[in-house]
């Protein structure tokens, strides 16, 4: 399976979302953010987390109107599958791929801690290799990291287990659109796919993708 890795001035978590990728048995292939098409037999793109742009204006808000994004956009209309991590949801959110916004942490400081999610939609195709209720073990990393939503109309894919420290409604820890096939989360699990990292939960969801 063929994945693009968007990056934008300011990404960081690429390299890592590149590693989870092929841990679960994919391909990727790096994607400039001044790019006007992915790479030909794209199946999946995934936009990693970082400060895109510096997040001037707000989180996302540069990177949701950068040319590549016009291709990300084509795809996800296809149902091509979108996953937007940490900053990428904040992306996803910014360009009306996701509904909802990510405001600042109800702390209004930078949070960085291991945290438990619990799937609450395995219906969608990034979440169909974990059971209903399953529980992961994934870092966070953010400053802005609340979403802000309708939990009545949106399809809420992964909660927090226990305490929310970003503040988020309904604990949303990930949300995907009607379809089931965009997903944006702000916990990281290309951070968790390697044992010496503590977890490797994160897998699932990059598994899950490559099966679809």
């Not at 742009?53 to 291709?71: C, K, T, V």
């Not at 992306?91 to 945290?115: H, I, K």
Request: hydrophobic content about 45%; proline content about 6%; aromatic content about 6%.
């Amino acid at each position: 399976m063929s994945v693009a890795v968007l990056r934008f001035p300011g990404s960081l978590d690429h390299e890592s979302a590149a590693r989870a990728i092929q841990a679960a048995g994919g391909t990727a292939s790096e994607v400039w953010h001044d790019d006007a098409e992915l790479p030909a037999g794209t199946r999946a793109v995934v936009i990693p987390g970082g400060f895109s742009y510096g997040d001037h204006l707000r989180p996302g808000a540069i990177a949701s109107r950068a040319r590549a994004m016009d291709d990300v956009r084509r795809h996800a209309a296809r149902g091509g599958l979108v996953l937007g991590i940490c900053n990428g949801f904040q992306v996803l959110c910014e360009a009306g791929l996701l509904p909802g916004a990510l405001r600042p942490n109800a702390t209004l400081s930078f949070v960085c801690r291991q945290t438990t999610l619990q799937v609450t939609d395995a219906e969608s195709p990034w979440t169909a290799a974990l059971p209903a209720g399953a529980r992961l073990s994934i870092p966070i990393k953010n400053n802005s990291g609340a979403w802000f939503g309708d939990p009545g109309t949106a399809r809420v894919a992964l909660r927090y287990v226990g305490e929310d420290a970003l503040g988020s409604v309904d604990a949303a820890a990930g949300v995907v659109d009607e379809r089931g096939t965009v997903l944006g989360l702000m916990p990281h699990p290309e951070e968790a796919c390697d044992p010496l990292l503590g977890s490797t939960d994160g897998l699932g969801l990059f598994r899950a993708a490559v099966a679809a």
